[in-house]
C-alpha cells in the first residue's frame, strides 16, 4: 500500500472544464512534488514544494495550478487544459529538500483523459 | 549536464531466469542512486538505493551496487517471477542543484514469462 494517497484515480474532463488533483502523505514529510508521465516514458518533474511554499516550477503552463494549504497535502488545480496534457500525474514526497539520499515516494496517480 | 542511460527494453525471460538490467550514469560529485518499479496501473515504488560508492542496495531478492569506477548501478536478480513483470527506472539524485530533483533513465520494460 502507497503512503502518498492521490484521489482521484481517474479524471476526464473537457477543454473548458476546470478540477482539481489531490495528494495527501502523513508521513511528515516537508517536501512534496509533481510529475507529469506520458506512456512508456519516465515522469517529468512539474512543479516543488518545500515547507508549503513552492520551491520550482519547471516552466509549466499556467493551465496548472499548484497549491499546497497545509503540510500534508498537495493540490493540482486544473484549467482550460488541452489534449496534449492527457497522462498520468504522479505526486511524490520526501523528508526535505535537500536530502538527496533519502528517496521520494510515490502515489499511485491520476489518470487525466481530456477530451 | 546529469543524465542516467537504461538498456533498451523490452526484456523478455521465462520465469526463474537470471535478470541483469543495465543502468549507466553522468553526474557531477556523487550522487545517490535508486532503482524504482512501476507495475502497471499504478505510481513508482522504490525497490532499492544506495547513495555512497561501493554501496549495494537489496530488496525483495533484487540488487544492485554503486560502482564509481564504471558510473553504474546494475540492476540483478537471481530468479525472476512473473509478477516481477514490470517497468523499472534507474535514477539519480541531483545533489548538486540542491532541488531534490530525480534524472531519471528512459525506462525498462520486464516481461516474465511462466
Known amino acids: 500500500d502507497t503512503e502518498v494517497t492521490q484521489t482521484p484515480k481517474h479524471l476526464v474532463m473537457g477543454m473548458t472544464n476546470k478540477k482539481s488533483l489531490k495528494c495527501e502523505q502523513h508521513?511528515?514529510?516537508?517536501?512534496m512534488y509533481w510529475y507529469k508521465q506520458k506512456a512508456k516514458k519516465p515522469p517529468e518533474l512539474m512543479f516543488v514544494?518545500?515547507?508549503?511554499?513552492?520551491?520550482i516550477n519547471e516552466s509549466v503552463p499556467s493551465r496548472f495550478s499548484p497549491e499546497c494549504p497545509n503540510s500534508s497535502l498537495l493540490n493540482l488545480h486544473l484549467h482550460a487544459l488541452q489534449p496534449e496534457d492527457s497522462a498520468l500525474y504522479l505526486c511524490?514526497?520526501?523528508?526535505?529538500?535537500?536530502?538527496?539520499?533519502?528517496?521520494?515516494?510515490f502515489g499511485d496517480g491520476t489518470r487525466l483523459s481530456i477530451l | 549536464g546529469n543524465s542516467v542511460t537504461q538498456m533498451e527494453g523490452p526484456v523478455t525471460l521465462s520465469e526463474e531466469a537470471f535478470l541483469t538490467i543495465n543502468c549507466t550514469y553522468t553526474?557531477?560529485?556523487?550522487?545517490?542512486l535508486f532503482w524504482y518499479v512501476q507495475y502497471p496501473g499504478e505510481g513508482l515504488q522504490l525497490l532499492l538505493k544506495?547513495?555512497?560508492?561501493?554501496d549495494k542496495g537489496s530488496n525483495k531478492g533484487f540488487e544492485a551496487t554503486y560502482r564509481k569506477e564504471t558510473t553504474s548501478f546494475h540492476l540483478e536478480k537471481g530468479s525472476v517471477q512473473v509478477s516481477d513483470s514490470a517497468v523499472y527506472f534507474c535514477?539519480?539524485?541531483?545533489?548538486?542543484?540542491?532541488?531534490?530533483?530525480?534524472?531519471f533513465g528512459q525506462g525498462t520494460t520486464l516481461q516474465v514469462k511462466p
Open positions: 511524490a514526497s520526501s523528508q526535505v529538500l535537500g536530502r538527496e539520499d533519502q528517496p521520494q515516494h
Open positions: 508521513m511528515g514529510h516537508r517536501a
Open positions: 514544494y518545500s515547507y508549503e511554499k513552492l520551491s
Open positions: 553526474a557531477t560529485g556523487y550522487p545517490s
Open positions: 544506495a547513495t555512497k560508492a561501493d
Open positions: 535514477a539519480l539524485s541531483d545533489r548538486s542543484s540542491n532541488t531534490g530533483k530525480l534524472i
